[in-house]
């Protein structure tokens, strides 16, 4: 896609700090990371979001973010990584080239907010007519 900005650093219009690359998949560096190392992995091939997306490409990304998540712990000492995936702007997604953030953090830092809402019991009879809808439909 010609505007797209995850585009052009594919194709190496637009620089970017590369951490991996294979012929469906390239990750590099969030230039705003929430932590040391924080990391972007995407497809090579546009995709809007995960209804986008082709299945090889989500698998493989997937492949990679566990590749990933062992390098974020032998390289920099992560305690934990969060992986994190916008969908639409309802969630806050900005670049519309599907992404999977991958953010590691040791123990001393402090929580990450998206990793650590509130536990607030729902409504039970609301959980189960919401979940019923879910699997009708799948
Ligand atoms: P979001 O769409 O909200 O999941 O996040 C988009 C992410 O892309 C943000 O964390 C940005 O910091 C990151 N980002 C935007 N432009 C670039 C770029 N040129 N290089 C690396 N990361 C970028
Ligand atoms: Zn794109």
Redesign the pocket.
């Known amino acids: 896609m010609d505007d797209c900005?995850?585009c052009k650093?594919v194709k190496g219009e637009?620089p970017?700090?590369k951490v991996y690359e294979d012929d469906r998949v390239y990750a590099?560096?969030?230039?705003?990371?929430?932590s040391e190392g924080?990391t972007?992995i995407i497809p090579k091939a546009h995709a809007e979001n995960l209804g986008e997306i082709a299945e090889a490409d989500l698998m493989a990304i997937h492949r990679v973010s566990q590749k990933m998540y062992q390098a974020m712990r032998s390289a920099l000492g992560a305690d934990g990584v969060a992986l994190?995936?916008?969908n639409g702007k309802a969630v806050?997604?900005?670049?519309?080239h599907y992404?999977l953030?991958l953010i590691p953090r040791k123990n001393s830092e402090s929580r990450l907010s998206v990793t650590s809402w509130e536990l607030v019991p729902g409504d039970m009879d609301a959980i189960k007519v919401t979940s019923e809808k879910l699997a009708a439909v799948l």
Do not use: E, G, W
């Open positions: 900005i995850f650093i637009i970017s700090f590099f560096a969030d230039i705003n990371p929430v924080h972007l994190v995936q916008a806050n997604q900005v670049v519309m992404h953030h």
